[in-house]
């Protein structure tokens, strides 16, 4: 018989989401051993309120083994009181402050594949998201001390180190699945080069570390199967043509596939499996390497991600979302693969579970400072998150790890303090932005604060020209 937990409470922040909402519905809808109510907040309340139709909806249908209520409010307040869990998944700012983070830099011959966590679009992105991040923070320690706080916004090292910032007593980890796809990647390869079918990416056994979509894996195993002399022989064969395999998708069909060239290259650069996708791998590098032009990307075969195609897709999930609550279109329940329904699961004792997740670095991670946000293996347990020793990255590697770690504690002081002198200190640092002067530097960085200065309140702006 399975044992249930009945009465569990997730304020769900982001709650009009057509993404990661609709996903959490689905991976709630088919765990039948927790049941309860979801509050949906987010700043559009009508879109909070069509997922509370689309979400309430699922409870009707036969196959639907989880039974959870879904109330849209219109506080912080009224979704936090009482919370046990508190779900964090928002868009900081809209698609036009994304549009400049991600394309203003091409003016100056700087590209980006993603622009969410590094790079010029990542910092500027961080710059606007901080306060937001710092309120929540807050209403968290008023009104839900005591929840645990499940964080999937980006850039997501530096959301979750605002959370502790604000509130160090928060429990407050940040999930990301790019581990994931190297573990489906690792999959593949043992079903390429071996012939094992069907190999499940959980039963790949990995040791993770580093920063959010900058992890690495020195450790990585399957049936007691050491796969790094493999994942050598898997690099060498596919490096020049790249790998797309069952698990990996179609970099010219998908703007968030790749062909794994970068990951390939970064193994016989440094001989540790690099564990993000290329997209996001690729940003963290100067980008010489990788994100010279756009021939040069199509040459390593990942995709630059347009803001307009974003755009496009939000219209089209916006009509989606607008047939589910109408009962124009049946509500798909798909697993998304995620493990957020998983880990509340077992902090609420029902089983164990080991995943990568981002928190504040107490020793799990040597060579790195204390207290600044890494990301490892977890133990999950009943009302316990508690980090994994991972071991410490080889030299040139950390050393990587660490101008990106220095570069975000800047640009979180500069936020908390509205320092434009600090935030562009840090601006210049990044690798991305190497091929500048600090002068054309300095010229990126006015422009893309002045497009986004609605979200900077504190912070003096002089008119610029786009």
């Known amino acids: 018989m399975v044992k249930q937990m009945k009465d569990v409470q997730i304020a769900y922040i982001g709650g009009g989401s057509r993404g990661w909402a609709w996903g959490l519905m689905s991976d709630l809808a088919m765990e039948e051993s927790i049941s309860g109510t979801v509050k949906l907040y987010d700043i559009n309340?009508?879109?909070?309120?069509?997922?509370?139709?689309?979400?309430?909806?699922?409870r009707e249908r036969d196959e639907v083994v989880g039974q959870w209520n879904y109330e849209a409010v219109k506080t912080l307040k009224e979704a936090l009181t009482g919370a046990d869990f508190v779900i964090i998944s928002i868009l900081p700012g809209t698609f036009l402050e994304m549009k400049s983070?991600?394309?203003?830099?091409?003016?100056?011959?700087?590209?980006?594949?993603?622009?969410?966590?590094?790079?010029?679009?990542?910092?500027v992105r961080a710059l606007r998201t901080i306060p937001l991040f710092v309120e929540i923070a807050n209403e968290i320690k008023e009104h839900s001390p005591n929840a645990w706080v499940i964080n999937y916004t980006n850039p997501m090292s530096l959301?979750?180190?605002?959370?502790y910032h604000v509130f160090p007593e928060i429990k407050a980890f940040g999930c990301c699945h790019e581990v994931f796809g190297t573990q489906k990647l690792l999959a593949s390869m043992l079903e390429d080069l071996e012939g094992f079918e069907k190999v499940k990416r959980s039963d790949i056994k990995v040791n993770v570390l580093g920063i959010n979509h900058f992890t690495w894996i020195d450790r990585a195993s399957y049936q007691n199967i050491n796969l790094l002399p493999l994942y050598e022989k898997f690099a060498d064969q596919y490096y020049e043509s790249g790998f797309e395999g069952r698990n990996t998708g179609?970099?010219?069909n998908d703007h968030f596939s790749s062909a794994q060239r970068v990951k390939f290259d970064l193994f016989k650069k440094f001989g540790i499996i690099a564990a993000a996708g290329d997209r996001h791998l690729a940003e963290f590098m100067p980008n010489t390497w990788y994100l010279q032009s756009p021939e040069k990307v199509r040459e390593w075969k990942f995709s630059l991600t347009p803001v307009d195609w974003r755009m496009e897709r939000g219209k089209e999930l916006y009509e989606k979302g607008r047939r589910l609550a109408n009962g124009e279109e049946?509500?798909?329940l798909n697993a998304t693969g995620e493990e957020?329904?998983?880990?509340?699961?077992?902090?609420?004792?029902?089983?164990?579970?080991?995943s990568n997740v981002n928190l504040p670095n107490k020793g799990q991670m040597a060579g790195m400072p204390e207290d600044v946000i890494v990301e490892t293996n977890a133990v999950f347990g009943h009302n316990s998150v508690q980090p994994i020793v991972s071991g410490k990255l080889p030299t040139?590697?950390?050393?990587m790890v660490l101008r990106h770690i220095h570069i975000q504690e800047m640009t979180l002081q500069a936020a908390i303090q509205c320092d434009k002198q600090l935030a562009l200190s840090a601006f210049r640092q990044d690798p991305l932005l190497s091929s500048l002067t600090p002068e054309e530097a300095e010229e990126l960085f006015e422009k893309m604060l002045f497009n986004t200065k609605s979200y900077l309140p504190g912070w003096e702006f002089e008119t610029v020209k786009n």
């Open 159 to 163: 959301c979750t180190r605002t959370l």
């Open 101 to 123: 983070d991600v394309h203003t830099p091409e003016q100056f011959g700087v590209y980006q594949s993603v622009g969410d966590t590094v790079g010029p679009g990542g910092m």
């Open 340 to 354: 957020g329904v998983q880990m509340i699961k077992a902090i609420l004792g029902l089983g164990d579970i080991i």
């Open 250 to 252: 179609n970099w010219m």
């Open 45 to 58: 309340y009508e879109a909070a309120k069509q997922n509370e139709t689309i979400g309430n909806r699922l």
């Open 396 to 399: 040139p590697v950390n050393n």
């Open 330 to 332: 049946s509500f798909v």
